[in-house]
């Protein structure tokens, strides 16, 4: 179990301490920062939510992860064995207790030079233990010109080779690739779509585009992404950050950002189900079956969505 004490920022810190690893513990976050779209618990409430988890039933995932540790490959994420939540997926903690997990869907990301080999990581992605080749984001990959005055030229790819098409080369600021999680983050600032956390996609969002026509696009989780940095690019580095955490070399001309969405699915035979991919976290459940109170109270409440002019807060 991951607790966190703070803000959405502080959520996101704790998901990215398991970047390079396919399987995260359940989260229990506790809002105490200047915005709390993710925390699901007041800090008040920390003895009926720590309660509840402890009562609940729910197994220690831990001996499941240590016994099917493998590594990443180029050739997609497989199977999480994650069997110990099994049951847990958008479903009670317990027959009086109105908690259960949501699972978050996470990007699967790939850096790459002009020559299509895998650049390096970087702290704090770069560390002995680190077994996977990819960073796995809960938010969202940007691509930024930094600090230059030129704007990016980024060309947008999309399928897998020999399928892959150009869709266009996007002339602006920056690019955002970002998970349902992170559409109510740097994308949603950019003029992007909201969508609810269980619905499996990609969200492609231009940051301050030079071409009016330039919309957002929203793709199924499992359509591979390319963002290659165009040859006509003028800057000398276009800036790569992962959940806010940029990394210190940026991309030249050719490099690629390969992103698929991590889906969150079942495997197995029937009765043994195993849950591959996502962030588990905690949250409480409205009542209703579809648990979705939290995610439209925070559209009203946090984001005042639709709020009329004129009136208080």
Same mark, same amino acid.
């Given at each position: ?27 229990? @976050? ?25 009562? !609940? ?9 240590? @016994? ?45 030079? !002009? ?49 892959? $098409? ?43 585009? $030079? @071409?009016?026509?330039? $919309? ?98």
């Amino acid at each position: 179990l991951t607790s966190t004490l703070g803000g959405d920022g502080t959520i996101l810190h704790a998901a990215s301490l398991f970047a390079t690893a396919r399987s995260v513990p359940p989260v229990l @976050s506790f809002s105490m920062g200047t915005l709390g779209f993710l925390g699901e618990w007041k800090f008040a409430e920390y003895k009926r939510a720590f309660r509840e988890v402890f009562v !609940s039933g729910a197994p220690d995932p831990l001996p499941a992860q240590r @016994s099917n540790e493998t590594t990443c490959n180029d050739g997609g994420a497989g199977p999480t064995s994650t069997s110990s939540w099994e049951n847990m997926r958008g479903k009670s903690m317990g027959a009086s207790r109105n908690s259960r997990i949501l699972m978050r869907n996470r990007l699967r990301i790939g850096l790459f030079n !002009s020559a299509g080999e895998r650049l390096p990581h970087e702290p704090p992605f770069a560390h002995a233990g680190n077994k996977c080749e990819d960073i796995f984001a809960l938010n969202e990959v940007l691509l930024h010109r930094g600090a230059l005055p030129h704007l990016s030229h980024i060309t947008i790819l999309i399928g897998s080779p020999p399928h892959q $098409r150009t869709l266009t080369t996007a002339i602006a600021d920056g690019f955002l690739v970002s998970t349902p999680t992170g559409s109510t983050a740097y994308s949603l600032s950019s003029g992007g779509s909201i969508v609810h956390p269980l619905v499996s996609s990609l969200l492609l969002t231009p940051i301050c585009p $030079r @071409s009016l026509s330039f $919309r957002p696009l929203v793709l199924p989780a499992n359509t591979p992404i390319t963002l290659r940095i165009d040859e006509v690019n003028r800057g000398k580095e276009i800036e790569v950050s992962v959940d806010g955490v940029r990394r210190r070399e940026g991309l030249k001309t050719g490099m690629e950002v390969r992103v698929i969405g991590e889906e969150v699915r079942t495997a197995g035979a029937p009765g043994a189900r195993h849950w591959m991919g996502g962030v588990p976290s905690i949250v409480r459940s409205g009542g209703a079956a579809d648990g979705e109170d939290h995610w439209v109270g925070g559209l009203n409440s946090l984001l005042k969505f639709n709020y009329p002019f004129g009136e208080d807060g």
